[in-house]
């Protein structure tokens, strides 16, 4: 591959969907607009579609010429991609970092055979956006071969190159298999996800504006008027909507993760699943910065849980990122102690301390009292202007804020051990784990107003690296002398063996 390659002629048949797919909404328009009263005989009808035609053929060429006019090819130590005809764009990636080459083929690609490739360092990276699958194989091929020929040369000239990461086992490409994600489990992960919760807020405000348009006579005859002008009829569609919502977020829980298989080689690991758009995603584990478990509380009944890694991503294009949010599910449902024993061989440095849960009691108004004002305002507001309506919903959200209360009173809290702090945040259906070792923090925050003073009561937050920004992690209305602590923690000192 030291001659420059050209794009296979696949790319252009993918260049035409992505065009359409990218401008479907002027698309929509022409059809909606564009042909609406369209005379042949008057030219003024022309115009609206030659406009959205226009656009088309612009978005269309540009792409044309970017598929075109790209070429790769490996010259010496370097991974180079070039592009453009006037404007030539040229970027060159040291083989040496590259850290992962990861692959996204949604629908369109799988039925073209044509996948999308991203080959990242850790600062920076490259994509090309329509490779046949042979050729996404022959260029990783090519870079790991190129890998290990330059690993070899640094060994016998005696060089440790700390920038490069992946020259260490560079002899060891044999990926094996370590967990795969079976369809009964999948099934059964699917069924208990969170995802009912995003299909319900899809789904119900649907359900509930066609409701009127449905043939009430004809589906509950007699009773039509019952489920019309009576309770009954909010109760059908309030389970109607949770019925459809279960089944939508189970199927898109399903098919989203469908094959989920992890493999190990050395410190990398790659995943692979997904049925309509498969997503194959590879991981360092010496990039991990944090260690993120979420367990609902119906799947802590059964014992299962989700594992994930919290990762520094490379590039800026998040639209095509395969982890745009820098976190790698990589054990999405498994037996809590199964997962943790796996992960200690993944991340052996960490000692993923179980948090100490409990916090005080003084708090607890103080998680909803402000909130509660707010709605209380609001329904105030509403039941002025229109109807009292809004006051009901308002009694299930303010209940919703003291349960949360509780919960997070409970069963939040964190444990320091040695070099590593576990923070624990109980939610409404959920409670998340975080492991994140002292040296991966950036940086502590520490808060307290006059009055939480008073109540010796504080807030902190971590903050670590993750994709191209950073995340927080921490706790309100904890113990002041326990928050004080954490802030040693971070400083490096002596831990209060009493926290």
């Not at 090519?142 to 330059?150: R, S, T, V, Y």
């Not at 990762?311 to 990122?321: F, N, Q, R």
């Not at 993944?346 to 707010?374: A, C, D, I, K, N």
């Amino acid at each position: 591959m030291s001659e420059p390659q050209k794009l296979h002629p696949i790319s252009y048949v993918s260049t035409i969907i992505n065009v359409i797919k990218n401008n479907i909404f002027l698309v929509v328009l022409f059809l909606i607009f564009g042909l609406k009263d369209f005379n042949l005989t008057d030219y003024k009808s022309y115009i609206y579609p030659g406009i959205m035609l226009t656009f088309f053929m612009i978005s269309f060429i540009i792409n044309l010429i970017r598929v075109y006019s790209t070429r790769y090819w490996l010259e010496g130590k370097y991974f180079i991609v070039r592009s453009g005809i006037v404007n030539i764009t040229r970027k060159e990636i040291d083989i040496r970092r590259i850290q992962s080459i990861d692959t996204t083929q949604d629908l369109s690609e799988r039925i073209l055979g044509s996948v999308k490739l991203q080959i990242k360092t850790p600062s920076d990276g490259v994509d090309l956006r329509s490779v046949s699958r042979p050729q996404s194989v022959a260029i990783e091929q090519a870079i790991h071969k190129a890998q290990d020929n330059l690993g070899a040369e640094l060994d016998s000239d005696g060089i440790n190159d700390n920038s490069s990461t992946t020259t260490d086992n560079v002899q060891n490409r044999a990926f094996e298999k370590i967990y795969s994600l079976s369809f009964k489990e999948l099934l059964f992960m699917a069924t208990t996800s969170g995802a009912i919760g995003i299909a319900l807020l899809t789904v119900g405000p649907i359900v509930m504006g066609v409701s009127d348009y449905l043939p009430m006579d004809k589906i509950f005859g007699e009773f039509s008027v019952v489920v019309k002008n009576s309770i009954t009829g909010i109760i059908f569609l309030i389970i109607l909507a949770l019925l459809i919502a279960h089944i939508v977020g189970t199927v898109i829980e399903f098919i989203r993760n469908y094959g989920f298989t992890v493999y190990q080689s050395g410190e990398q690991l790659k995943i692979r699943y997904g049925l309509i758009s498969v997503q194959s995603v590879t991981v360092p584990t010496d990039r991990v910065q944090a260690v993120y478990e979420k367990q609902t509380y119906l799947r802590k009944l059964f014992g299962y849980t989700s594992l994930s890694l919290i990762v520094t991503s490379d590039m800026d294009d998040g639209d095509d990122e395969a982890t745009p949010n820098g976190r790698v599910e990589v054990l999405p449902f498994i037996k809590r102690k199964k997962g943790y024993d796996l992960f200690k061989t993944l991340v052996p440095s960490m000692y993923f301390e179980s948090p100490q849960t409990g916090m005080p009691w003084r708090g607890f108004h103080r998680y909803f009292w402000r909130e509660s004002l707010v709605i209380l305002l609001i329904a105030s507001i509403v039941h002025y202007y229109w109807k009292p309506y809004f006051y009901p919903v308002a009694g299930v959200l303010i209940l919703l804020l003291v349960i949360y209360s509780l919960l997070a009173v409970n069963y939040s809290g964190f444990t320091i051990r040695g070099d590593e702090i576990s923070v624990r945040n109980a939610r409404i259906l959920s409670y998340r784990n975080y492991y994140v070792k002292r040296d991966k923090l950036l940086g502590v925050n520490i808060n307290s107003n006059p009055f939480m003073t008073r109540e010796h009561l504080g807030n902190f937050k971590l903050k670590i690296a993750k994709a191209t920004s950073n995340e927080s992690i921490g706790l309100r209305f904890e113990d002041l002398r326990k928050v004080k602590g954490v802030e040693r923690f971070y400083l490096g000192g002596r831990r209060d063996e009493s926290i």
